[in-house]
């Protein structure tokens, strides 16, 4: 298993600034996913940070809006650039203990309300 | 990726049997029925997954056909906090699968005192 801690948990933020989100995990993991929910809706995968390389981004997502870092096996960050009202969202850290884990674990999440 | 199709709300009593049922039409071979439940102001959950025939744990059931094409999650003896939404995820979830799985609308379970 897996315990994630997500800082912060709630933060409100002026339109044009930037948002960076800690996702920290108490063991290594291998695979790191970054989720944006929405209010009332499903989750959307924003990317996939594995340690070492560089992040894939989902289609609709890119690095200069939100680039991700990944310095070790336990820890990364999602930064939200340039934000704008559309950016209010949940976003969600989570991770898969190896590489023959089923079983996704996921953080609290990082409500963001931009105004 | 296949795709899923489940009811978009469901309510019910407490203390009755709660059946969600997930459908998959186009799942492929390697894809395991994987469920999560969320909270409000939580990250999902993971409650139980299958490949084929009925699996069972502390929280659920999960039934598959033989053709595999739809999946129900059983909730047994539904309380208040069973109040939830319940996700059914279809995908190949090994080894970084879940870059590829997608997260569907979700439903959203109400239990009614």
């Known amino acids: 298993s897996a315990v994630i801690s997500q800082k912060p948990s709630r933060d409100i933020c002026q339109r044009g600034t930037s948002l960076t989100i800690q996702c920290q995990v108490d063991s290594q993991v291998t695979m790191m996913f970054w989720y944006r929910q929405q209010p009332g809706q499903s989750l959307t995968l924003i990317a996939t940070?594995?340690?070492?390389?560089?992040?894939?981004?989902e289609s609709g997502f890119v690095i200069d809006k939100f680039p991700i870092s990944r310095p070790n096996l336990t820890f990364s960050t999602l930064t939200v650039s340039n934000m704008s009202p559309e950016d209010s969202s949940i976003y969600l850290c989570s991770v898969e203990v190896d590489r023959e884990a089923t079983e996704a674990f996921f953080g609290q999440g990082t409500r963001l309300t931009v105004v | 990726l296949a795709k899923t199709t489940q009811p978009i709300s469901m309510d019910s009593y407490e203390g009755q049997e709660v059946n969600i049922t997930c459908s998959h039409n186009?799942?492929?071979?390697?894809?395991?029925i994987t469920w999560y439940q969320q909270f409000p102001s939580q990250g999902p959950r993971f409650i139980i997954q299958?490949?084929?025939t009925k699996v069972t744990n502390e929280v659920a059931s999960l039934f598959i056909p033989a053709d595999r094409k739809s999946s129900t999650l059983s909730l047994p003896r539904v309380s208040l906090s069973d109040t939830a939404v319940y996700y059914c995820?279809?995908?190949?979830?090994?080894?970084?699968?879940?870059?590829?799985?997608?997260f569907g609308t979700g439903t959203k379970l109400q239990v009614i005192p």
């Open positions: 940070a594995n340690q070492g390389s560089e992040a894939t981004y």
């Open positions: 299958g490949y084929k």
């Open positions: 186009n799942i492929a071979t390697n894809d395991y």
């Open positions: 995820l279809v995908g190949d979830v090994r080894g970084g699968g879940y870059q590829k799985v997608t």
